[in-house]
C-alpha cells in the first residue's frame, strides 16, 4: 500500500521536548501511587513522541474518529506511559493525572479499552496484542479505511507462540497497514529476556516471516522518526516492524543504573529526586 498521506509534524513544540513532558507526567503519576512501571515509561516516551505527534493520523477531540490510524498497546502494564502520551496529545485532561491507579479513575494501573478513551485495547496477556491487530488491519483492509494500525508489543512477547502465529497471519494476508513496534529493553520480570528465552535474531526472524523490518535506537529521536516515515513509505504488499533498543528508566540516571529495572523500586523521597533529576535535562 502507497503512502498517500504524510506524516504528522509535531506542531509548535520539539519532539525531544514532548518526549520530556510524557517522561515527566508517567513520573508524577508514578509519585501519585508510590509504584509503577516507570521504567518502562522512561524508556519508551521517545517512541511515544514521535508516534502521537509526528507518525498517527488522529483527532485528539474525537478520538473514536473513524480515519484515525489506531495505536495498540499490547503490553497493558505500560498503560502509565500511554496515558502520559495521550494527557499531552490533549486525548486526557493532565488534571485527570492525580487519579491515577485510583477508585472511579479513568485510569487504572493496567490499561483497559472500556476505561479510557484512546486507549484501544485491554492489554495485560502477553502475546494477545499482534493477533488483535491483524484482525483490525484486516478489517480496515475490507472496508476500504486506509488507516494504519500500530501494536506497541515487548520483545517479551517475541517468546510467546501466539505472537508468531499472528505475524505469519499478517504476511499471508499481506496487511501493509500493519505496523508492529517492538520495544526491546531487553527486561523482564524475572531476569533478561534475553537470558529467559532469547528472540535473537529479530530481525531475520520477522523477515522470514514476510515483513519488512527496521532496528533502531529507540532513544535517538531523529532515528526512530526516520522508521516510522520508512515503515510507512514501503511499497511492497507487507506488515512492517521496527524493533526499537531502548534503555530502561532513560533520562534519570540514577534509576537508568539500577540492577533491577522492571519494576524498579522507588524510594518515597526519590520521586521528587528523579523529577528534579529529569528537569535539569529538559531540552529547548
Known amino acids: 500500500m502507497t ?35 516507570i521504567g518502562q515509561a522512561l524508556g519508551i516516551a521517545d517512541v ?39 494527557m499531552e496529545a490533549g486525548v486526557l485532561p493532565e488534571e485527570e493525572l492525580e487519579t491515577y491507579g485510583m477508585d472511579d479513575s479513568r485510569m487504572p494501573m493496567s490499561g483497559m479499552a472500556s476505561y479510557t478513551p484512546g486507549m484501544e485495547i485491554t492489554g495485560g496477556s502477553l502475546g494477545q496484542g499482534l493477533g488483535i491487530a491483524v484482525g483490525m488491519a484486516l478489517g480496515l483492509k475490507r472496508k476500504g479505511n486506509p488507516a494504519f494500525i500500530y501494536n506497541l508489543m515487548s520483545d517479551g512477547e517475541l517468546g510467546e507462540g501466539s505472537t508468531w502465529e499472528a505475524a505469519m497471519g499478517a504476511a499471508h494476508h499481506r496487511l501493509d497497514n500493519l505496523i508492529a513496534l517492538v520495544d526491546f529493553n531487553n527486561q523482564q520480570a524475572d531476569d533478561r529476556s534475553t537470558a529467559v528465552l532469547s528472540a535473537e535474531p529479530v530481525t531475520a526472524k520477522f523477515a522470514a516471516f514476510g515483513w519488512h523490518v527496521q532496528r533502531v535506537d529507540g532513544n535517538d529521536l531523529d532515528a526512530v522518526v526516520a522508521a516510522f516515515d520508512s515503515a510507512r513509505a514501503v511499497e511492497a504488499p507487507c506488515p512492517r516492524a521496527i524493533v526499537f533498543d531502548t534503555r530502561m528508566c532513560r533520562g534519570v540516571p540514577f534509576l537508568e543504573a539500577r540492577e533491577i ?24
Open 261 to 284: 529495572t522492571h519494576f524498579v523500586r522507588v524510594e518515597p523521597d526519590e520521586w521528587a529526586k528523579a523529577l528534579a533529576v529529569l528537569d535539569e535535562g529538559r531540552p529547548e
Open 3 to 37: 503512502e498517500t498521506r504524510p506524516p504528522r509534524a509535531a506542531a509548535n513544540m520539539s519532539l525531544a521536548l514532548r518526549a520530556w513532558n510524557i517522561r515527566r507526567k508517567a513520573l508524577r503519576m508514578g509519585a501519585v501511587q508510590g509504584q509503577g512501571y
Open 48 to 86: 511515544l513522541a514521535a508516534a502521537y505527534f509526528h507518525a498517527l493520523d488522529h483527532r485528539p477531540e474525537a478520538p473514536d474518529w473513524e480515519g484515525r490510524d489506531r495505536f495498540l498497546l499490547s503490553i497493558g502494564h505500560y498503560a502509565i506511559a500511554l496515558y502520559a502520551a495521550l
